[in-house]
């Protein structure tokens, strides 16, 4: 069965610093791949995803990140990170097979201090 | 905008007592799904359907069934809550039989005493 893994389950960062979350799945065939953010209060929504093409995904404020087949990963990456950008995120990934499910990892806490 | 709601925010059961959560979507979305969100845990997935009177199993289906009788209403039960399902159980809906990007409910927390 395939898996997600998020190496950072907290990451503490200043206002300002460059930000990037691990992550790495288990399947060896094609994937959709999908960032999602979790404001407090509020319900998931959805940061950037990676279906095909150029494997450098560009998402919502400011966020991108790049899909490395060989490594089975899809980083995310946000070059200056704000106060507003506390949140937990979450990768998850889904094989593009009909009558499939997207499973995520178990997600990582951004802390950003201004 | 894709809604999808869920009729209850917040509830409180007692050990033993049947629950239902209902959840509906208006984007004519085929899939639909539960998961269950616990701190340190992730999301985990429950069940799914990608059709009416369809559904499969997720990653853990035990104590829990499901009900779509119609294509946008999903419902989840708990037969017999237990302390153990006390969480935050959000429901998700999808377009396309390779499913994609999920659309969120606001969720709902059960508390089982």
């Known amino acids: 069965a395939q898996s997600v893994s998020q190496h950072n389950h907290h990451v503490i960062l200043s206002e300002a610093a460059s930000l990037e979350l691990g992550c790495n799945y288990s399947y060896g065939g094609t994937v959709n791949l999908f960032w999602y953010v979790q404001y407090p209060g509020q319900h998931l929504q959805l940061l950037l995803k990676y279906f095909s093409g150029d494997p450098l995904v560009k998402g919502i404020k400011g966020f991108e990140a790049e899909f490395i087949k060989s490594k089975f990963s899809f980083n995310l990456r946000k070059p200056s990170v704000q106060w507003s950008d506390t949140a937990e995120y979450f990768c998850?990934?889904?094989?593009?097979?009909?009558?499939?499910?997207?499973?995520f990892g178990k997600g990582t806490t951004l802390s950003v201090s201004s | 905008d894709v809604k999808v709601t869920q009729s209850s925010r917040y509830l409180v059961k007692r050990t033993g007592e049947k629950v239902f959560l209902e959840c509906v979507q208006d984007?004519?979305?085929?899939?639909m799904f539960w998961y269950r969100q616990d701190p340190g845990l992730g999301l985990r997935l429950i069940y799914f359907?990608?059709?009416?009177?369809?559904?499969e199993k997720g990653d853990i289906p035990e104590g829990y069934s499901v009900s779509r009788e119609k294509k946008e209403r999903f419902s989840l039960i708990l037969e017999s809550a237990s302390t153990n399902q006390t969480s935050m159980y959000l429901c998700?809906?999808?377009?396309?039989?390779?499913?994609?990007?999920?659309?969120f409910g606001e969720g709902s927390r059960l508390t089982v005493l």
């Open positions: 998850a990934v889904n094989t593009n097979q009909a009558g499939t499910a997207l499973i």
């Open positions: 998700a809906s999808s377009f396309g039989p390779r499913g994609g990007e999920l659309f």
């Open positions: 984007m004519d979305h085929e899939n």
């Open positions: 359907s990608y059709d009416v009177k369809m559904k």
